[in-house]
């Protein structure tokens, strides 16, 4: 499962979350990990886009985060991507949390894995961090693969 920030305009429009040049790379990591995209699940914290398409401000994370921890709850996901500091500090309650220092390591997270890394739309801006993402990735296939391997043998 992967966790954003919220809608952008382009997917507020939709009602899908990553369909801009965020969500096409988003894509391509999801396919370079050797899934397709109707194999994972997104979701956004914030279920509509804040205007100005500004951040979410905490109270508009709180009254969405509800539905985001019961589409958690359905899903029942192995692992929970956390899509850059706002789906992060969200998920971990936690404001002063920093994407910087806990991306790229795993931390158990209501029965799951949390792996926190940066957004795409960050890598837009800034794709020398393509590569930490891609490591970051490795990591959570890895995961999923000994997940399943672990399961195989019961």
């Known amino acids: 499962m992967f966790i954003g920030e919220g809608p952008g305009e382009q997917e507020d429009r939709s009602g899908r979350p990553f369909v801009g040049k965020a969500g096409e790379l988003l894509d391509k990591i999801i396919e370079a990990m050797g899934f397709k995209r109707s194999e994972v699940y997104i979701a956004n914290v914030v279920k509509c886009r804040p205007p100005e398409n ?8 709180r009254e969405c985060e509800k539905f985001l921890f019961r589409q958690l709850e359905a899903i029942r996901p192995r692992i929970v991507v956390a899509l850059g500091g706002t789906a992060l500090k969200c998920l971990l309650h936690d404001e002063e949390v920093r994407i910087s220092r806990l991306r790229g390591t795993f931390t158990d997270y209501r029965g799951a894995r949390l792996m ?17 993402v891609w490591n970051d990735m490795k990591k959570v296939k890895a995961q999923l693969e000994a997940d399943l391997a672990s399961s195989a043998s019961i």
């Open 54 to 61: 500004r951040a979410p401000e905490n109270d508009e994370v």
């Open 116 to 132: 926190p890394t940066f957004h795409p739309a960050y890598l837009l801006r800034n794709p020398e961090a393509k590569k930490d």
